[in-house]
């Protein structure tokens, strides 16, 4: 599996956007980018996926660079909800296990 | 539909003690999985099982065994248990394959 740098922590006023990078320079074309979050004393929540196109559902958007080696997980209007350890994953698809890294922790402010 | 959850939520045991950690689903998903997650760190899958009948080692598999009692459910079984395994576990489940794993909300493992 690919190994993914996020920053250790980021702070985000609540309404505005929360824009959360990922480096992966050494993914290979067949592995995907996940996000995961993790809330306090919560298990991990899935948020979203990509290989290569711009992907957005109810909960975030995520930006893959072209040539995929970085990406930006996007909440569009962080709530005090979101503060959260955000997990960047990479991996290829089919049965494979997910490998958690440190993650950037978001802290979303009044 | 409780998705996956975890029994006990809490649990102190002393060295040496045995427990195991309960883990069900209702999503009747095929994959189950144990992680571990140590204070300021990620997550550490333990063991794995693709598919009802089958269980594979994941990261850190010394000090555990599981059993796939039936698709539904999972377990996790300390048979000695030591200092070292004090931790918080989830066990999660997906579908075949799938990209997202739903996670239970952990048991809290005190060994002393």
């Known amino acids: 599996d690919a190994k993914t740098t996020q920053p250790p922590s980021m702070d985000c006023a609540e309404g505005r956007a929360a824009n959360l990078p990922c480096n992966h320079s050494?993914?290979?074309?067949?592995?995907?980018v996940y996000w995961y979050r993790q809330i306090h004393s919560q298990g991990p929540q899935y948020i979203i996926h990509?290989?290569?196109n711009n992907e957005t559902n109810e909960m975030a958007s995520l930006i893959i660079t072209e040539d995929r080696k970085s990406s930006t997980l996007i909440l569009p209007h962080a709530t005090l909800r979101d503060t959260a350890v955000y997990y960047c994953i990479v991996r290829g698809s089919g049965f494979q296990k997910l490998v958690f890294g440190t993650g950037t922790r978001l802290l979303v402010s009044p | 539909n409780a998705g996956v959850t975890q029994t006990p939520k809490f649990q102190v045991l002393k060295t040496g003690q045995s427990m195991t950690l309960q883990c069900a689903q209702d999503m009747n998903h095929n994959s189950m999985y144990w992680y571990r997650q140590d204070p300021g760190m990620g997550l550490r899958l333990i063991y794995y099982?693709?598919?009802?009948?089958?269980?594979d080692k994941g990261e850190v598999p010394n000090g555990y065994n599981v059993s796939r009692l039936n698709k539904r459910e999972f377990s996790l079984r300390l048979e000695s248990a030591a200092p070292s395994q004090t931790s918080v576990y989830f066990c999660?489940?997906?579908?075949?394959?799938?990209?997202?794993?739903?996670f239970g909300p952990g048991t809290r493992l005190t060994v002393t």
């Open positions: 990509g290989l290569k």
């Open positions: 099982s693709a598919s009802e009948g089958t269980t």
């Open positions: 050494t993914i290979s074309g067949n592995e995907y």
């Open positions: 999660a489940a997906s579908r075949t394959g799938a990209v997202e794993q739903y």
